[in-house]
Nanobody, 122 residues
Framework: VQLQASGGGLVQAGDSLRLSCVAS????????MAWFRQAPGLEREFVAGITRSGTRKDYKDSVKGRFTISRDNAKTTVYLQMNSLKPEDTADYFC????????????????WGQGTLVTVSS
């Protein structure tokens, strides 16, 4: 199984970025997908999640209204559209997949991609 994340970069506060995560080696439509992030010295935290069919989404409070998670099962890809970025959004962003019930616990995720770094300057 491989989850390949991309789309990170250096942007200014208020800018937008779109992260992508392409999955291979698993039946993508059967997995709930999520984005987590980890800033230096801090624990990995849940950012956004989406159910298998895309009908339910969950967001960390601080990104609600700014970030949108979506998926394209035909392309085995999950996206994170990030608008109105803030310096506190700076982190490594990871995509993850899990087979059970969508939730925010990192330990419940079966597969992880490598991080893509997002840096937001003020």
């Amino acid at each position: 199984v491989q989850l390949q994340a991309s789309g990170g970069g250096l942007v200014q506060a208020g800018d937008s970025l779109r992260l992508s995560c392409v999955a291979s080696g698993l039946t993508f439509r059967l997995y709930n997908m999520a984005w987590f992030r980890q800033a230096p010295g801090l624990e990995r935290e849940f950012v956004a999640g989406i159910t298998r069919s895309g009908t339910r989404k969950d967001y960390k409070d601080s990104v609600k209204g700014r970030f949108t998670i979506s998926r394209d099962n035909a392309k085995t890809t999950v996206y994170l559209q990030m608008n109105s970025l803030k310096p506190e959004d700076t982190a490594d962003y990871f995509c993850a997949a899990q087979y059970r019930t969508l939730n925010r616990a990192p330990n419940d995720y079966d597969y992880w991609g490598q991080g893509t770094l997002v840096t937001v300057s003020s």
